[in-house]
């Protein structure tokens, strides 16, 4: 094995890393938004903002790296999969925009209509953000037509029954990881209120686990093979049984009080071992069924310059994070206010 293979094989361990990280951390402020309309009090939404407040932007950082880091290392994966996706990523970005500002002006309109405005722009900010990067992992999961080097799809073809329930799943994901995250920094009858609509999501996000799981095998040939074929079955048989004892396990976490940091914890262990299903299905295709991981690498020198780069600043990044997390930690004063 050289070393240009192994290299490869890092670089798409790493941008997985960050794409995960990114789920896991602006999965929970994504989801405040989309919980938003389930607390209509501006005494409540207030609290819901400041839970967030020292730490969403902070959150989409993994978000560029993951993006560019695709650029940089797999060139052809990003000529591909961007014009196959163009209408999704545009929508992604004009969402997380509008939201990104509602945040902000939401505490400084003066009157109530202007409040009203930009909650809304939060919410559907939330909701579509979510929604679109959902539709965005089915339309990668279902396949992108090649031709040569280059897309040779239509502007639609992402617009299907199988990325639209994707797009449902991680709506209901994020809000089950924001009722989880704001288990742990709220109390009282809040508190309350946030854990049965945790549990509503984790109903939710469950089933649509199973839908896109018993959906994926027939997506390909490839795909039905390598989750039920003879013996390869045996190899990931591993995923689905964790996967249900981690459903088990958040279930009773949901149903008891105490330990409110247990149900966060054990809703991003479920979305690690999706992601685990999700590359054992896709492995080692960037763009299936027809470009792998090598095909669409940049030249060695390139991915070595890079990667060089990516072990300094990473650990800088992961250490700046958890400061900032350290530091806000604990439960929330309803009186305080966002600064």
């Known amino acids: 094995m050289d070393i240009s293979f192994d290299l490869t094989i ?4 790493l941008l997985a890393f960050a794409v995960y990280v990114y789920v896991a951390l602006d999965g929970f402020d994504l989801g405040i938004g989309i919980l938003y309309p389930f607390f209509p009090e501006k005494r409540d939404r207030d609290l819901l903002m400041n839970s967030v407040a020292p730490v969403w932007d902070g959150n989409e950082t993994w978000l560029v790296l993951g993006g560019g880091g695709l650029f940089a290392a797999f060139p052809l994966a990003y000529a591909i999969i961007m014009p196959a996706v163009y209408p999704l990523i545009i929508a992604m970005l004009l969402a997380l925009i509008f939201r990104g500002v509602a945040f902000e002006f939401r505490f400084r309109a003066e009157h109530r209509w202007a409040q009203k405005l930009w909650d809304g722009a939060f919410i559907g900010g939330s909701v579509l953000a979510a929604f679109v990067q959902g539709v965005i992992l089915g339309a990668l999961l279902q396949g992108i037509e090649v031709d040569g080097r280059a897309y ?32 742990i920094k709220v109390e009282g009858a809040i508190q309350a209120r946030v854990r049965r609509l945790a549990r509503i999501a984790a109903l939710l996000t469950v089933g649509f686990i199973v839908a896109v799981s018993l959906w994926t095998p027939f997506l390909d040939p490839a795909y039905f093979e390598r989750w039920l074929g003879w013996p390869d079955i045996l190899k990931v048989a591993a995923v689905p049984i964790v996967v249900a004892v981690l459903i088990l396990a958040l279930g009773r976490a949901l149903l008891r009080e105490g330990r409110d940091w247990l149900p966060l914890g054990l809703a991003l262990a479920l979305f690690l071992l999706c992601f685990i299903g999700l590359g054992v299905s896709m492995w080692p295709y960037v763009i299936p069924p027809s470009v792998t991981i090598w095909d669409a690498a940049s030249p060695f020198k390139s991915q070595l310059f890079m990667f060089v780069g990516a072990v300094v600043l990473v650990p800088i990044i992961l250490a700046y994070t958890g400061y900032a997390y350290w530091v806000f930690r604990g439960k929330l004063d309803p009186e305080q206010g966002y600064h």
Do not use: E, H, M, S
């Not at 890092?10 to 361990?13: F, G």
């Not at 799809?153 to 994707?166: A, H, R, Y």
């Open 152 to 183: 040779g799809g239509g502007w639609w073809d992402w617009l299907t029954p199988f990325t639209q329930v994707c797009g449902l799943a991680v709506v209901c994901g994020y809000a089950l990881l924001g009722a989880c995250w704001l288990n």
């Open 10 to 13: 890092a670089w798409a361990l």
